[in-house]
């Protein structure tokens, strides 16, 4: 069944939206036509994109394919910890209808029990403090698709104790990243580092990646104003990483540090 776009325009007044059967991306309609404000929504993507020029696999209606455009009056001087405080608003919110056990793998894919339920690409134009920001969220994916996904993957239908309708779902994300928006500017660091601990799923876990040719094995032991993941090596050094350089994932081998 096709979305109540109503429904969700008249909780969330100040947002025009467009909404559309099929589209490429949600994302690359807004960066062509999008004004700040405008919501993009789509029931499927033939050209969904991810992170990392990753494809992200938007097949069948019942799933969550959307993208804000939001303009900020100046450059934020957090841009990098953008990423990390919409994930933080998207956990918050799904929290908010019910959801339990989930939580953000850094920097900011929504997990729940080690499975991926959803992602977030943020994308910009110019220097213009206007970004698009895109959310996909599986709500309803049959098993086949979960299965060319890539990785463990899973749908809100599967993890929330009760159905809630994608409506609920989006005018709960959207009010409370508008929340977190509006407060970017002026955001408080020790705040943010307080609700980031309370999400991250990563915190003082092995994880293992590839960064300059070389494999690194390590506790993840907090990250910096940068957003950066730092990581503890065996060295004893605490090493610190872009999410633009390395795609993280838990380190099969248990106590391969200690
Ligand atoms: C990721 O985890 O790699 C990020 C995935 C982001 C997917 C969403 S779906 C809506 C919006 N439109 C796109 O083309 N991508 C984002």
């Known amino acids: ?16 939206f467009y ?17 700040c404000g405008d919501i993009c929504l789509s029931e499927t993507q033939n050209k969904g994109r991810g992170r990392r020029g990753n494809h ?8 969550i394919y959307l993208s804000l455009c939001w303009c900020f009056n100046e450059i934020p001087k957090h841009w990098t910890l ?10 918050e919110a799904l929290a908010d209808i019910g959801l339990e056990n989930h939580g953000i793998k850094w920097p900011n894919d929504i997990f729940w029990k080690q499975k991926k339920l959803g992602g977030i690409l943020i994308e910009t134009k110019d220097q213009s403090g206007k970004v698009i920001i895109g959310i996909g969220i599986n709500k309803m994916m049959p098993s086949e698709y979960i299965k ?4 463990a993957a899973t749908s809100l239908d599967e993890a ?15 009010l409370n990243l508008q929340k977190h928006l509006q407060k970017f500017l002026t955001l408080n660091l020790d705040h943010f580092f307080i609700l980031w601990q309370k999400w991250d799923v990563l915190f003082e876990e ?16 907090e990250i910096d104003q940068q957003g950066r993941l730092g990581v503890l090596e065996n060295s004893g050094r605490i090493n610190y ?17 200690s």
């Open 1 to 16: 069944m096709g979305l109540d776009v109503e429904a969700i325009k008249k909780a969330v007044p100040s947002c025009s």
């Open 160 to 174: 929330l104790p009760t159905s809630i309708s994608r409506e609920k779902i989006i005018t709960e994300i959207v």
């Open 241 to 257: 990483f872009s999410s633009i350089d390395i795609k993280v994932r838990r380190h099969e081998v248990a106590n391969a540090i």
């Open 56 to 63: 992200w696999l938007s097949p069948n209606t019942g799933n």
């Open 19 to 35: 909404y559309f059967d099929q589209i490429d991306s949600t994302n690359s309609w807004l960066l062509d036509n999008g004004s």
């Open 148 to 151: 060319k996904i890539g990785q």
């Open 82 to 91: 953008l990423g990390l405080v919409v994930g933080i608003a998207i956990a």
């Open 206 to 221: 092995i994880v293992s990646f590839h960064y300059q040719g070389r494999e690194i094995i390590g506790k993840v032991v």
